[in-house]
């Protein structure tokens, strides 16, 4: 019985994980849409997208006590989330879409070194090989050594430090918050914070973009509620390597709907990356347990 409820959480915890990254692949997708094609400013189409998000989790969350004794670390993880989104926004101005993806791909190794160190998260070598191979893969796809490398790359580096320490946090709040309780407090503190955008950019949106803006803040709405029901089930080191796939699902919706096909060391990274989350779905699937946080 508890055995077959351990692989059941291993297989969950990554449906729920990677159904997320889907979802804020769509939302990157009509994101980029907006931007690129009707010229709405990126901290604007922020705003709104996480403003229409509370709004359609409003349904989900009623009835979610507000009583918590644990404020300062709700704070803290969506502190560290508006930093990254403010740093994810400001290296999409300056990096191609697909870089920028492939350099976030660096927030599994922040996630899982910080969860062997602060969490006491048991790192196997099964999920240490599965993120090394994911970072390389990584690796190909940024090619470093080429000209069209720039510093202003390390623009998506910070963001992918600040959202793991966020995933870290919100990992240590599913030991005494619910899924609902979690979604509702970021979004609801992430709204004003992204408000703080609208200073230089405004707050107008074309009448043509509003249901690309609209559909990113639901997908987005899903996504994060996704996001924490799978660290409610499972391991934050565990389910890092399935952060890769969200490099070929962008790629892919960037290439379907905009046309642009990034370099071929791209698909070999891609190739890597995929390789290794499966790998360590097979094999982390096997166990007889997941490892869980030690308090």
């Known amino acids: 019985m508890i055995q077959t409820q351990m692989k059941t959480e291993a297989l969950m915890g990554p449906v729920y994980f990677v159904t997320a990254g889907a979802l804020f692949a769509g939302a990157n997708t009509a994101v980029q849409g907006a931007a690129m094609r009707y010229g709405v400013p990126s901290p604007t189409v922020a705003f709104w997208q996480y403003a229409i998000a509370l709004l359609a989790v409003l349904p989900i969350v009623r009835g979610v006590s507000w009583r918590t004794n644990r404020l300062p670390m709700h704070l803290l993880r969506v502190g560290l989330a508006a930093i990254g989104v403010q740093l994810w926004v400001a290296g999409l101005a300056v990096v191609p879409i697909w870089q920028a993806i492939a350099l976030i791909l660096l927030s599994p190794l922040f996630v899982t070194l910080g969860a062997g160190l602060f969490l006491r998260e048991t790192l196997t070598p099964t999920r240490v090989l599965a993120v090394t191979l994911g970072g390389i893969g990584g690796v190909l796809i940024l090619a470093?050594?080429?000209?069209?490398?720039?510093?202003?790359?390390?623009?998506?580096?910070?963001?992918?430090?600040?959202?793991?320490?966020?995933?870290?946090?919100?990992?240590?709040?599913?030991?005494?918050?619910?899924?609902?309780?979690?979604?509702?407090?970021?979004?609801?503190?992430?709204?004003?914070?992204?408000?703080?955008?609208?200073?230089?950019?405004?707050?107008?949106?074309?009448?043509?973009?509003?249901?690309?803006v609209a559909l990113s803040g639901l997908l987005v709405a899903g996504a994060q509620y996704l996001l924490v029901r799978a660290y409610v089930v499972a391991d934050a080191a565990y389910l890092q390597p399935f952060d890769h796939l969200k490099l070929p699902l962008n790629v892919g919706l960037g290439l379907v709907f905009f046309g642009f096909a990034p370099p071929g060391l791209m698909w070999v990274g891609a190739g890597v990356i995929i390789l290794a989350s499966a790998w360590v779905l097979r094999d982390e699937s096997r166990e007889r347990f997941i490892p869980r946080v030690q308090t």
């Open 144 to 212: 470093p050594w080429e000209d069209a490398f720039t510093w202003a790359a390390l623009l998506p580096v910070g963001a992918a430090a600040f959202w793991g320490a966020s995933s870290l946090v919100a990992k240590r709040l599913t030991l005494t918050e619910s899924a609902e309780s979690l979604t509702l407090y970021l979004l609801v503190l992430l709204v004003p914070v992204n408000g703080l955008g609208l200073v230089g950019a405004g707050a107008f949106i074309p009448g043509e973009a509003l249901w690309l």
